[in-house]
């Protein structure tokens, strides 16, 4: 059965800190891995998306992937109260079609 | 350009009776899938379509159909609904299968 795992949380981080969202995957053979946001009550909406080892960076966002740790991360930099929601990674499975997505981790930003 | 529309928005049923959840894109997608969302469980598929004509069961297709009417619209059935599926239920939309997934706004099932 492959996995995907998250911290459940909930992730409480102070304003203007950075917030550290961590995810493992159980699938050797995925390339690519997806980051999303959902707030209460709303759809998921894509946030990242990397295939690279290393890092990968969009405005406040940064993910990084470590391949042979098996391990995606998610940094957003100067946190805002507007971060507060819960962050899915998702990770195709290879050779399957389908995407397994982690529980999330809710993360809250302290005012 | 609405994107991935879900009708309807709310829904309460019975046990036993039945409805059809429709989708639909306005994106030229090819793939199509259907999840539930559980609290603690995550995001759990039910079915998917990777291209119009064809339809895949996912992790929890039981007591659930569906049909890929056209390359825009995929709609899911529940024949006989029972308080197991109360649940959020959320389409998506990607180009191809494995790629970045659009969802709609989803839709809020409780069967009594």
């Known amino acids: 059965q492959k996995e995907v795992e998250q911290n459940s949380g909930p992730l409480s981080v102070p304003e203007g800190a950075i917030a550290s969202l961590n995810c493992t995957y159980s699938d050797r053979g995925s390339q690519s891995f997806f980051w999303y946001r959902q707030y209460s009550g709303k759809s998921p909406e894509l946030i990242m998306f990397?295939?690279?080892?290393g890092d990968k960076e969009d405005g406040r966002f940064t993910a990084q992937l470590n391949k042979a740790s098996q391990y995606v991360s998610l940094l957003i930099r100067d946190s805002q109260p507007s971060d507060s929601a819960t962050y899915l990674c998702?990770?195709?499975?290879?050779?399957?079609?389908?995407?397994?997505f982690g529980k999330g981790t809710r993360l809250h930003i302290l005012p | 350009n609405a994107g991935v529309t879900q009708t309807p928005k709310f829904q309460v049923l019975k046990t036993g009776q039945s409805m059809t959840l429709q989708c639909a894109q306005d994106m030229n997608h090819n793939s199509m899938y259907w999840y539930r969302q559980d609290p603690g469980m995550g995001l759990r598929l039910i079915y998917y379509?990777?291209?119009?004509?064809?339809?895949d069961k996912g992790e929890v297709p039981n007591g659930y159909n569906v049909s890929r009417l056209n390359k825009r619209e995929f709609s899911l059935r529940l024949e006989s609904a029972a308080p197991s599926q109360t649940s959020v239920y959320f389409c998506a939309s990607a180009q191809n299968l494995q790629e970045t997934q659009y969802f709609g706004p989803g839709t809020r099932l409780l069967v009594l």
């Open positions: 379509s990777a291209s119009e004509g064809t339809t």
């Open positions: 990397i295939y690279s080892n």
């Open positions: 998702a990770v195709p499975l290879w050779g399957d079609d389908k995407i397994i």
